[in-house]
């Protein structure tokens, strides 16, 4: 079900006095329906559908300490991991758990459109209540610093030879730029190994423990232990060489594999969410993403500004989904 905005209505100044007092009276504790005219006046959960250290739970946890250390918010924001189908339990458990409620909000990513088009999330991220994007994130491919692919000559040979000889530490999501290399290499993407792990930090343990050869995610989702040396960066998708201290990783077209493909976050809500809510929301993050706190943390974790609402965030969305389905088809990654 896609979300709606409610209607509004003309009352009179009396009729409306006496309507927001019985609704104040008559709210409901799971937080259905509008939140009256001191909406948000009880906490707000921000949802991250990953475990904590994936690219969901940077994003949740960075989102609820700006707004509550630069006061743009004052009711408490506590942030929940709620794992599962690579974003998908969370989204369903939203539609169909929480639909009209005020009170919960959870980030948005590429994974969800990705996870929709491959047939194994019953919903994509237009059947909630999508209230912005907030920024572009580079996907790369990593490996252990003292690996056996530490470079993409090797892996790209490495592939050629023998591809399920390489398990590739993968959330579901983030399978696609990786078939899209593979494809571009001329290597047939079914014959992968990918190995689903929920996000970065599972993704860095099965490296550092030798289960995996190789994982692909966001960047800042394996910034930490890039940065420490434990890790070492193979290839990035970015459009162009990344930022210090990254800058020596080599991008894919910069390698002669044409392939460009970045991952958007946003915030939504369950599927009709309340005007007023979406609209605070709407108001809320924009304030945010101009705070000096978030700034420095989209530099530090090397995120691109993206913020959009309405009309321009739908415009982006569906393109972005347009995308995602051209890739799936073109390299048939499936389950």
Not at 150 to 163: F, K, Q, R
Not at 209 to 238: H, K, M, Q, W, Y
Not at 306 to 334: C, H, P, Q, R
Request: negative net charge; hydrophobic residues 40%.
């Amino acid at each position: 079900m896609k979300s709606t905005k409610m209607s509004r209505l003309t009352i009179g100044a009396a009729a409306l006095s006496s309507l927001a007092l019985a609704l104040a009276g008559c709210q409901s504790g799971d937080g259905s329906g509008g939140g009256g005219g001191n909406y948000p006046s009880k906490p707000i959960n921000v949802n991250a559908p990953a475990e904590p250290g994936s690219g969901w739970d940077t994003t949740a946890r960075a989102m609820a300490q700006t707004l509550e250390e630069e006061g743009i918010v004052d009711v408490p924001l506590p942030v929940q991991n709620k794992p599962g189908g690579t974003g998908c339990s969370w989204l369903t458990e939203m539609i169909n758990n929480h639909s009209g409620a005020d009170d919960q909000i959870a980030i948005s990513s590429l994974a969800n459109q990705t996870m929709n088009n491959r047939g194994l999330c019953e919903y994509g991220p237009v059947d909630a209540t999508m209230i912005a994007t907030l920024y572009v994130e580079n996907f790369i491919v990593v490996a252990p610093q003292d690996g056996e692919l530490t470079d993409i000559d090797g892996l790209i040979s490495a592939l050629e030879s023998d591809p399920q000889a390489v398990p590739i530490a993968a959330a579901g999501d983030d399978r696609l730029p990786f078939a899209l290399l593979a494809d571009a290499a001329g290597i047939n993407p079914s014959e992968l190994n990918f190995v689903d792990y929920e996000g970065g930090g599972e993704q860095t343990t099965a490296l550092l423990n030798g289960d995996a050869t190789v994982a692909i995610a966001g960047l800042s989702e394996f910034r930490a232990t890039l940065e420490s040396g434990d890790l070492t960066g193979v290839v990035s998708f970015a459009p162009e060489p990344l930022a210090a201290p990254f800058d020596s990783v080599p991008t894919a077209v910069d390698s002669g594999y044409d392939v460009t493909l970045a991952n958007w976050r946003g915030v939504y809500g369950p599927a009709d969410m309340p005007e007023e809510a979406v609209t605070y929301w709407e108001e809320t993050l924009q304030e945010m993403v101009e705070s000096e706190s978030w700034q420095e943390t989209v530099e530090k974790n090397q995120w691109s500004p993206e913020f959009l609402t309405g009309d321009e965030m739908d415009t982006y969305i569906t393109e972005a989904n347009e995308t995602v389905a051209e890739g799936v088809e073109k390299t048939e990654i499936g389950s």
